[in-house]
């Protein structure tokens, strides 16, 4: 079955560094999206991307983060100054129009 | 916003039990999806429910699609250990967004 592959599954940085987390959607995808979940709290959107632009952001999405398709397989979410909160869970989906996402297993980001 | 709100919170049940679960808002959904997320991995899609008063089956898994559209029911039948997880509820409002709304969760515990 086809899968949302996500790196590192793990990352520790220290606050005020920039951090890329990486994503390879499905193939044959159209939507990509990244969403986060603070330990114990639900799954929060953050930005949905479609035709090689935002289609749409959270207010969580600020300046500070930014996605980008380098290429024709890769997702990319980079957070520019890291800040403590924003440790959590960060998932790439992906899905075709109205369907169900499909995830990743997430990248767990603690900042210190 | 939209809120999705889940109930129970948590259950703890013995192994072989039926559980239920639901979801409700206070706005319309046009679509209604189920996932299961155990510890450290991403949410799994469960059940997809794309029209008002659906009710669709995957195994020991039932899930409806409200007929108002503001709410949507899961059952477990016969629970198993391995069914121990957060159960999200999650819905598409609809209009010209792709974005996915997640309910705050039902945690699941199945003692054996």
């Known amino acids: 079955e086809p899968e949302v592959t996500q790196t590192p599954s793990h990352q520790v940085t220290q606050m005020g560094q920039e951090v890329i987390l990486r994503c390879v959607p499905i193939?044959?995808?159209?939507?990509f999206y990244w969403y986060r979940q603070i330990l114990g709290q639900k799954v929060e959107f953050l930005v949905s991307f479609y035709n090689n632009e935002i289609s749409e952001k959270s207010e969580i999405f600020d300046d500070q983060f930014s996605v980008e398709r380098p290429d024709g397989s890769n997702f990319t979410l980079k957070i520019r100054s890291t800040k403590l909160e924003d440790s959590a869970m960060y998932f790439c989906?992906?899905?075709?129009?109205?369907?169900?996402?499909?995830f990743g297993s997430g990248t767990r980001l603690t900042v210190v | 916003g939209q809120q999705l709100n889940q109930s129970p919170q948590s259950m703890f049940i013995q192994e072989g039990e039926d559980v239920s679960m639901n979801c409700t808002s206070s706005?319309?959904?046009?679509?209604w999806l189920w996932y299961k997320q155990e510890p450290g991995e991403g949410p799994v899609l469960l059940i997809a429910?794309?029209?008002?008063?659906e009710l669709t089956s995957n195994g020991r898994l039932t899930a409806q699609f409200g007929i108002t559209r503001k709410d949507s029911f899961l059952n477990i039948s016969a629970s198993i250990p391995s069914d121990v997880g957060i159960y999200f509820c999650?819905?598409?409002?609809?209009?010209?967004?792709?974005?996915?709304?997640f309910g705050t969760g039902t945690l699941l515990a199945v003692q054996p």
């Open positions: 193939s044959n995808h159209l939507y």
């Open positions: 999650a819905g598409y409002p609809g209009g010209a967004t792709n974005k996915l709304i």
């Open positions: 706005s319309i959904f046009n679509t």
């Open positions: 429910l794309y029209k008002a008063g």
């Open positions: 989906a992906s899905n075709s129009v109205g369907y169900g996402y499909t």
